[in-house]
């Protein structure tokens, strides 16, 4: 079997299909073979597992997908791709692509065939970076029993996923995703392994996710942890009256969690906010 991810493999794909990259997808494909396989590594757990991957392109990491699960199924969003990938994954017999934008699928549906056979679901891409947030909170809500996802995205955008509070890219999409999540970074990619280049780096992040806790009603939780960023440089007194239009019930609830009035929400770590919502509850 010939290893997709190469730069001359790639081009000979380009070429024999009269392909082009298209900028509107988001299409930058993967040409480092110790890469690509890495991520496929880090992707597929031990025991029955089968991915959904997003985005196969001309099937890079479908390939070294295909090795190393039961099965995959790769949701495509570019009608020119199916045809590519019947060839260049020809030998692949446990894959089978799905032209479907994934934002579009009924997550639930898709993944209950399979856990109803006992497979383990997880999610693996190279992400079209213009869709990174909503594809990824499209995951975290569905409660589609994905048990984990690993997904390389813009070095910044993981950087903020992945944030420590303290830290200047530590805001609301951070606590959320944490309160869902383990988030570990997996890996650092450069530009050059892809065709075309994109003009920023990438990282490698997985996601898996964390019991659920039935106490906490996530929606009212998340507007909470929203309303304490809303701006950066303000207190979280001030945030949180704007939040709940009273300033003596926003000390109140602040105090009575332990916390400061004065503190901003950059501060405040996971436990912090559960503490601070279980108090305005
Ligand atoms: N996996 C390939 C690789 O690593 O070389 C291609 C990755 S490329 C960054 C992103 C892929 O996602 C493209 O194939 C693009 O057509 C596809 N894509 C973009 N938007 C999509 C969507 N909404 N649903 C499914 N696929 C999408």
Not at 43 to 60: Q, R
Not at 66 to 88: C, N, Q
Not at 138 to 146: V, W
Not at 242 to 265: C, F, H, Q, W, Y
């Amino acid at each position: 079997m010939k290893v997709i991810a190469t730069p001359s493999r790639t081009k000979e794909i380009l070429e024999k299909h009269n392909l082009y990259a298209k900028k509107n997808y988001g299409q930058n494909f993967l040409i480092e073979p110790g890469i690509v396989s890495k991520i496929a590594a880090a992707a597929v757990t031990a025991g029955k597992c089968v991915v959904f991957e997003i985005g196969p392109g001309i099937g890079a990491l479908t390939q070294m997908l295909s090795k190393e699960a039961d099965k995959v199924v790769a949701f495509e969003i570019d009608e020119r791709l199916p045809e590519v990938l019947a060839d260049t994954l020809a030998d692949c017999d446990n894959v089978e692509v799905v032209l479907q934008d994934f934002l579009n699928i009924d997550l639930k549906e898709v993944t209950k065939p399979y856990l109803d056979e006992g497979y383990e679901v997880v999610v693996a891409a190279n992400l079209p970076y213009y869709i990174t947030t909503p594809i990824l909170f499209k995951i975290f809500e569905a409660d589609a029993g994905i048990s984990q996802i690993t997904v390389m995205m813009q070095k910044e955008v993981a950087d903020r996923f992945a944030a420590k509070c303290n830290t200047k890219d530590y805001n609301a999409l951070s606590v959320i995703t944490q309160y869902r999540c383990t988030v570990k970074n997996v890996l650092k990619v450069p530009k050059n392994v892809f065709n075309p280049k994109p003009n920023v780096d990438s990282a490698v992040l997985q996601f898996r996710f964390k019991e659920n806790d039935p106490t906490i009603n996530e929606p009212m939780f998340y507007k909470l942890v929203k309303g304490c960023f809303t701006q950066r440089r303000k207190t979280l007194l001030n945030n949180l009256f704007e939040t709940i239009g009273d300033k003596e019930l926003a000390r109140k609830v602040l105090t009575d969690s332990g916390i400061d009035p004065a503190r901003r929400a950059e501060s405040c770590g996971l436990e912090e906010f559960i503490g601070l919502y279980r108090s305005v509850e």
